[in-house]
């Protein structure tokens, strides 16, 4: 029984292959519009839950002439600490988007998309090093955090220079 129905239903689908071409279309396109649906909302709804303290996490930045940027000053994070005994901890960070990277010393090394944390944003996203945490480094002038390929060839303890 089930093969004659394959069979009827192949003889009908070769007969009418504009509109099974057009349901295949459909059928694909709706598969892939749930499938990116889901995809976006599991992602905004889930963004930051690796960090058990996800909830008293808070970005500030400033608000000109209707646009938002992350960009504050660098003594307002010690500020804010210092100022609201609520907040335990105040990280900053800078990101070099371009040019080069600033080293302390003779040469300037050129990194695309930089970034550089303070120690208390390390304790904030639990960020770690393959060794120890950003909290057991603390007072290290060497390179904690970096990429390994750049920090072997351009930061190097004796070549720094307080």
């Not at 029984?1 to 007969?15: E, Q, S, Y």
């Not at 709804?45 to 000053?73: M, R, V």
């Not at 080069?100 to 944390?117: D, H, Q, R």
Request: with cysteine; glycine share 8%; aromatic share 12%.
């Amino acid at each position: 029984m089930t093969k004659n129905d394959f069979k009827l239903a192949w003889r009908k689908l070769l007969k009418n292959k504009g509109f099974t071409l057009l349901n295949i279309i459909g059928l694909t396109l709706g598969f892939t519009g749930f499938i990116l649906s889901y995809q976006y909302i599991n992602r905004e709804t889930s963004y930051d839950k690796w960090n058990p303290h996800y909830k008293d996490i808070y970005q500030i930045g400033l608000e000109a002439e209707g646009a938002f940027t992350d960009e504050t000053s660098p003594s307002l994070a010690p500020l804010l600490k210092q100022n609201l005994p609520d907040i335990v901890y105040a990280g900053r960070k800078i990101v070099y988007n371009y040019g080069s990277y600033p080293l302390f010393g003779e040469k300037t090394v050129l990194i695309k998309n930089a970034a550089l944390i303070d120690s208390s944003a390390a304790r904030i996203f639990q960020i770690e090093n393959a060794t120890r945490t950003a909290l057991q480094k603390q007072g290290s002038k060497g390179c904690d955090h970096g990429q390994k390929p750049y920090c072997r060839t351009t930061i190097q303890k004796r070549r720094l220079k307080f």
